[in-house]
């Protein structure tokens, strides 16, 4: 079975802090995702990557930073959180045009 | 860009039929997944369609037509624990072929 992990399943942080987004997966899945999910806007794409160094924008990146220094590990970055990102965070990878696999999610406050 | 609609609630009875309809609009199409969510939980994934038609997996069937830019999820014989939230998403035909998701339908089954 695929795994998908993600560091904490919840987090509070203080506005202005960094916050670091950890996923990693073990099926060595070429592409990897960050979204945020919120009540009545679903899923919203932040950034994805579909090779190692590789990174693209979503739908709402601003205020976001990824990296990818390796295929399984794949991080998410608050430079400076604002309430405004307080969300539940979702990492997915998948192989190829294949499904999608999501990890436990974190559930991020900012205060 | 994607745009995707599906109905926000429905509700039904233990036992019965339900069908989740959603459309969309599209720049460009790679194949529409189902996914399910339970509250608090991480999307799974249910059900793919790339080519017209329908694609029965138990319970659970997936119908599509891409002239009318339209899909809807069947589930037979509902059972409470398929309360939960379905999102419809479409994969575009980009490099890591990322999805666009709906924002979801809450079913909610009862006795």
């Known amino acids: 079975d695929v795994k998908v992990t993600q560091s904490s399943r919840y987090l509070v942080k203080r506005t202005g802090e960094k916050v670091f987004l950890e996923c990693v997966q073990d099926m060595d899945h070429e592409n990897m995702f960050w979204y945020r999910q919120d009540p009545g806007l679903g899923l919203r794409l932040i950034y994805f990557s579909y090779d190692v160094k590789m990174k693209e924008k979503g739908d709402i990146p601003e205020g976001y930073s990824v990296s990818r220094e390796k295929k399984e590990r794949f991080s998410l970055i608050l430079e400076s959180a604002s309430t405004n990102q307080t969300s539940m965070y979702l990492c997915a990878s998948t192989l190829g045009e294949n499904e999608q696999f999501f990890g436990p999610g974190t559930r991020l406050t900012v205060l | 860009g994607q745009n995707i609609d599906q109905p926000t609630e429905m509700t039904a009875t233990e036992g019965a039929i339900v069908q989740i309809n959603c459309t969309y609009q599209t720049s460009g199409f790679n194949g529409l997944f189902w996914y399910q969510q339970h509250a608090g939980e991480a999307p799974t994934f249910l059900s793919y369609?790339?080519?017209?038609g329908l694609e029965e997996k138990g319970r659970f069937s997936s119908f599509l037509s891409r002239s009318k830019g339209y899909s809807y999820l069947l589930l037979k014989e509902l059972q409470m624990k398929d309360s939960a939230s379905y999102l419809c998403?479409?994969?575009?035909?980009?490099?890591?072929?990322?999805?666009?998701f709906g924002d979801g339908t809450t079913l909610t089954v009862k006795p």
């Open positions: 998403a479409v994969r575009d035909n980009t490099n890591a072929g990322k999805s666009t």
């Open positions: 369609n790339v080519l017209d």
